[in-house]
């Protein structure tokens, strides 16, 4: 039986830090306790360093699953950062077959067109059925860059749709024709809105963070989603962030034109680390990126905690000299001297990937 042993860390099971060492048999953890001495096939010292549930990316785009503008192949963008579940965030194509031949575990939002308007269902429908389970959603874009969009008119039927067939609804908004609050209105508690620090028109801020506040009290899920360069306003963050407004997800919008706009090195540890250099605190980091995802998708318990039993997803982290200086598309900087970087991933009981 090949199995794993971690030793030394200081581990983050989805809720809490404990220092214990962990031990993986075949696909599954059979023992997170203090010195544990077993045998193992292979043991990790992590003396130093965070072991993390695997990390779950609720915003990414993937090669046969989004469109072939933005979709890139998905382990590969994941796996050297931690993450051992991604969500693709607007399917357009495949099935629910697809998500389980990656490495990486997957759900996906499916999407849908709106045309005078009016939100246009036929092919929503239809991806639904062919995901299965894995669909977990409808996505929306609500931007300008949609011309047909005017008000909140396709919203409010894409919301009855989804709603109506257990569903939830995940809404993409950047120079939106219409506020927020206004969309956060619409939506319904486990919904999900994402690029909350968008620069553009409606932020955040207006009113007093009047959106923020309606949501919380609606349990809508308020997601990152940095996107890159695009969809997250450095002075927007930093003042929300400053002001105690956290997101409930941190999530990379990965795509294949993002991936490549930081060296290379953009993913959802760059993700973290940002947040970390305008002040969020490592715990609501941490929290964002396993167990808060994981229950905005139905997943807790599964996805993002490590639990005697559960299967051995697990991201070794490094908060270590991965400094970076970063530049957003308003020209808003960023710099850090140190960030996370992953260091080792183990997907079901495998290692995925060793720095
Ligand atoms: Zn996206």
Redesign the pocket.
């Known amino acids: 039986m090949a199995s794993i042993l971690i030793k030394n860390g200081r581990v983050w099971d989805g809720e809490r830090f404990s220092c214990v060492d962990i031990l993986t048999v075949e696909e599954n953890i059979s023992s997170i306790a203090p010195h544990i001495s077993e045998k193992a096939d292979f043991t990790y010292d992590a003396s130093g360093m965070l072991v993390s549930a695997g990390l779950v990316d609720i ?1 990414t ?1 993937m090669r046969q699953v989004s469109s072939d503008e933005y979709g890139i192949p998905i382990d590969a963008v994941c796996l050297p950062f931690g993450v051992t579940a991604a969500v693709e ?2 399917a357009e194509k495949g099935d629910g077959r697809l998500l389980s031949a990656f490495a990486v575990k997957g759900a996906a939002f499916v999407a849908c067109r709106i045309e005078h308007d009016t939100a246009v269902l036929d092919m929503t429908e239809r991806l639904l059925h062919a995901y299965g389970d894995a669909g977990v959603g409808v996505k929306v874009f609500f931007d300008r860059a949609c011309k047909e969009l005017k008000s909140t008119k396709p919203l409010r039927e894409i919301c009855a749709f989804a709603h109506a067939r257990g569903k939830k609804v995940l809404v ?1 908004c950047n120079h939106s024709p219409t506020t927020m609050e206004e969309i956060v209105d619409t939506l319904q508690g486990g919904d999900i809105v994402t690029h909350i620090y968008h620069g553009g028109e409606h932020t955040i801020a207006d009113h007093g963070y009047a959106a923020y506040d309606l949501a919380k009290q609606k349990g809508i899920v308020l997601d990152a989603g940095m ?1 890159g360069h695009v969809h997250t306003d450095f002075s927007v963050l930093r003042s929300a962030i400053k002001a105690g407004y956290l997101p409930d997800t941190i999530s990379t ?1 990965i795509t294949r034109c993002s991936a490549f706009y930081r060296g290379g090195r953009y993913g959802l540890t760059m993700c973290m680390s940002i947040m970390r250099a305008v002040g969020m605190g490592e715990e609501d980091i941490l929290r964002a990126v396993t167990s808060n995802p994981a229950r905005a998708l139905g997943m807790a318990g599964k996805w993002g905690c490590l639990r005697v039993g559960g299967t051995a997803d697990i991201a070794v982290l490094d908060y270590t000299q991965e400094g970076f200086d970063l530049t957003d598309a308003a020209g808003h900087h960023i710099t850090s001297k140190k960030g996370y970087r992953c260091a080792l991933t183990i997907a079901d009981g495998q290692i995925v990937y060793k720095h």
């Open positions: 915003h785009h965030a607007s993409h996107a919008d």
